[in-house]
């Protein structure tokens, strides 16, 4: 069955980072690209950017704060945010390309992870 | 980036047709056939209904159809069902490998 499934909740301070992961299964990460989508409460969703293997491509919003990367062995994909501020309070998402080849579309989805920064 | 423009909310009765357009410029929606439409229930992730425009992937249901004109794409759903009830997102391909996504539109079933 393909599948993503992120990791649990996280309660930040202002400035700290944090890291999300998203492990795959059912098929091999680094063949398809993985977007990173957020989305804050109450809010609609904001596309963050990608990576495909090796190869992150972000938003020009979050360049220099974010950091996606893929661990090809744990089959699994990560989102590092830094400095978080209040607005960075969010659901993030991580979502397949569905089909390898053809980015613009996505399926599966993971199940979400509630970043909450709060001091 | 700025989001597309999505009516805030869309209703309709058990059995109707109703359109959701999804309004942007020549530098995402009309610029390429790379419009997508999601489904999200309240604290669910969201799902694809439609990729590339008009296509459907497998599994869902006929009753949601995808088209465009100029820069506004628009997805109707046909025979709304209670189910159906959801907020619904547009995305588009906007250059340079990035995406922007519709404000978001919320279907009431009435």
């Known amino acids: 069955q393909v599948q993503l499934v992120q990791s649990g909740a996280e309660v930040k301070k202002p400035g700290a980072s944090v890291k999300v992961s998203c492990k795959a299964s059912g098929f091999t990460l680094t063949n398809y690209g993985i977007k990173w989508i957020r989305q804050a409460p109450g809010q609609g969703l904001e596309w963050m950017g990608w990576i495909s293997g090796h190869n992150p491509h972000y938003t020009q919003k979050f360049q220099g704060r974010v950091t996606m990367t893929t661990d090809a062995s744990a089959n699994t994909a990560y989102l590092e945010l830094r400095s978080l501020t209040y607005d960075d309070t969010a659901v993030y998402y991580c979502a397949r390309d569905r089909e390898a080849g053809y980015g613009s579309s996505w399926y599966p989805w993971g199940q979400g992870t509630l970043v909450s920064v709060s001091s | 980036q700025s989001a597309l423009t999505q009516s805030a909310s869309v209703s309709g009765s058990p059995g109707q047709s109703i359109i959701i357009s999804c309004s942007g410029d020549?530098?995402?929606?009309?610029?390429?056939?790379?419009v997508s439409w999601y489904q999200q229930h309240p604290g669910k992730a969201p799902k694809l209904l439609i990729y590339?425009?008009?296509k459907r992937p497998s599994g869902v249901s006929n009753r949601f159809s995808g088209s465009k004109s100029g820069n506004t794409a628009s997805l109707t759903i046909s025979g709304l069902q209670t189910e159906d009830e959801a907020d619904y997102y547009c995305?588009?391909?906007?250059?340079?490998?990035?995406?922007?996504f519709g404000s978001g539109t919320k279907v009431t079933v009435l």
């Open positions: 590339e425009e008009n």
């Open positions: 020549g530098s995402n929606v009309g610029g390429y056939n790379l």
């Open positions: 995305c588009s391909y906007a250059g340079g490998g990035t995406y922007v």
